[in-house]
């Protein structure tokens, strides 16, 4: 049985279609990366996934079971997600935030009592945040607080984590940092990772499969080595460049010459979903 599947996911915004019949199934220990340009439906998708927003036609199974009928307590005793971008509270250290991700466990009631339980510890130790966990949020750097965050989310203790954009506002040694400590959780812990990434590389680096979107539709799919290309630079993300493979690691390297002559935006796709390439 996969960890997580979508079937069939459409969302209107007005009359706009944001996602147009989406599938998609990710197995546990299995990292997807949602690619594509702006607009094109993959944090709409994310929030799907997580059950952040409901479908207007189709529907997510976690492990078998409905998203439908699951309670916001219960969809987070399943599936840890991390947003973009979470509201600043003055005041709070990174203890006081890690344990918010024992809500679903402990419920309000169980969050004024306080106190650390051996995820809380677990997650800011696998992070690497224990060491300044009374010290303020506002006080950290960029990397350090998105360290905490992924704290948060992995003290939820669950077998899927899904992030959008987990190196926003990152420099590139920041990102490179969480990108690693991503794929090592996921690896000793067998996690199935979903995430929406802009960059086109570190996407393929450090994701077992690509899914690219072009107009709320699943345009391209398949392990990174075998997605990549030229054909995909155009028809996907608007431009010309060439795709080599990493003679180490097998991934693509891409080089960006200039704006594909059909790189225009496109108009909402209102139509069935295109041939997978391949």
Not at 103 to 128: E, K
Request: aromatic content about 2%.
């Amino acid at each position: 049985m996969s960890a997580l599947k979508a079937r069939g996911i459409t969302v209107r915004f007005g009359d706009r279609i944001v996602l147009a019949g989406v599938d998609l199934t990710v197995s546990d220990g299995e990292w997807v990366a949602l690619v594509g340009r702006n607009g094109c439906g993959k944090t709409t998708l994310l929030r799907v996934l997580g059950g952040l927003h409901v479908p207007d036609a189709g529907e997510v199974l976690v492990r078998g079971h409905s998203l439908r009928s699951a309670s916001r307590r219960q969809i987070a005793r399943e599936v840890a997600v991390l947003p973009q971008s979470m509201p600043s509270v003055p005041g709070l250290t990174v203890r006081q935030l890690v344990r918010q991700g024992r809500y679903a466990v402990h419920g309000p009631l169980g969050m004024l009592a306080g106190g650390d339980d051996a995820q809380v510890r677990d997650a800011m130790s696998a992070t690497g945040v224990e060491h300044y966990a009374d010290e303020l949020i506002d006080r950290l750097s960029g990397g350090e607080r998105q360290r905490v965050r992924l704290a948060l989310a992995l003290a939820q203790d669950t077998s899927i984590l899904l992030l959008d954009e987990p190196t926003t506002y990152l420099d590139i040694g920041h990102q490179l940092e969480v990108l690693e400590l991503v794929r090592r959780l996921q690896h000793e812990r067998g996690l199935c990772v979903v995430t929406v990434l802009h960059d086109l590389e570190q996407a393929a680096r450090y994701a077992d499969r690509l899914v690219a979107l072009r107009d709320g539709v699943v345009h391209a799919e398949g392990p990174t080595g075998e997605v990549v290309d030229e054909t995909l630079l155009a028809s996907v993300f608007g431009v010309s460049g060439r795709v080599r493979l990493d003679e180490l690691t097998g991934r693509p390297l891409c080089t960006y010459d200039s704006v594909h002559p059909e790189g225009a935006d496109q108009p909402d796709v209102k139509h069935p979903r295109p041939a997978r390439l391949r």
